[in-house]
């Protein structure tokens, strides 16, 4: 079975399970996925994004029935997102979860966050919202001690683009000094999509 059926079905799993929590009222058991996505980062880069997030799964659906109806969305240059801002809504996340549980409101943090990434897809490519991602900034970060994470091999590369165009999170960039190109590791989503079209197999999942 290939790694994109296998992906597939991973999702699959994984939001029925978010649905099973959310309408049992027990959604806040989804911080524990959290946490055990920053640990499996630190050996399998974010293959929570890709393989387990319930967002990841909404906003691939929603990208799937976008380019069917050849809609398009606006981008947004990754240099005009500051990693400032990304701190910023960390922090702000914390402080709303702190809020929440200190004075009791009833809000649900977790389906606020969910909300915000479909609302906000519609009008701006679905790579904006993983680099703005609360969870997704924390993995930017922990991965940087992973163990397996994609890769392109330089000597098999021909440089014809093809995996770039494929890349959910515009995470691929061409090499200065050569036609190929090299994967942005904190930013990947180990979602397999580069490796799929690629003609040469010169995209690796390994250590
Ligand atoms: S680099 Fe490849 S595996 Fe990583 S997000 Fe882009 S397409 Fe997916
Ligand atoms: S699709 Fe394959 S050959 Fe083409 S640029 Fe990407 S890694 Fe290189």
């Known amino acids: ?6 992906r597939t079905i991973s999702q699959i799993l994984f939001i029925g399970l978010f649905f099973f929590l959310l309408f049992r009222g027990n959604l806040q058991i989804w911080v524990a ?6 640990v499996v980062s630190l050996i399998f880069d974010r293959v929570y994004c890709g393989w387990a997030c319930p967002m990841g799964t909404l906003l691939r659906f929603q990208s799937w029935i976008y380019d069917k109806f050849n809609l398009t969305r606006e981008k947004v240059s990754s ?4 990693n400032s801002f990304r701190v910023i809504l960390i922090l702000g996340f914390l402080a709303g979860m702190i809020a929440v549980r200190r004075f009791g409101y009833q809000l649900n943090i977790i389906l ?7 609302v906000m897809s519609f009008f701006l490519e679905e790579s904006c919202w993983h680099k703005i991602c609360p969870h997704g900034t924390v993995l ?3 991965t940087k001690f992973s163990k397996y994470r994609m890769s392109i091999s330089e000597d098999d590369c021909t440089g014809c683009g093809l995996c770039e165009n494929a890349c959910p999170n515009n995470t691929i960039n061409k090499l200065v000094e050569s036609k190929t190109r090299e994967i942005d590791n904190k930013e990947c989503l180990v979602c397999f ?6 003609p040469v197999e010169a995209v690796n999942y390994n250590n």
């Open 140 to 142: 930017s970060i922990s």
């Open 33 to 38: 996925f959290w946490a055990l996505g920053i």
């Open 193 to 198: 999509d580069c490796q799929k079209v690629c």
């Open 79 to 82: 240099r005009l997102i500051l």
């Open 1 to 6: 079975m290939s790694n994109s059926k296998k």
């Open 112 to 118: 606020i966050l969910v909300g915000s990434s479909i």
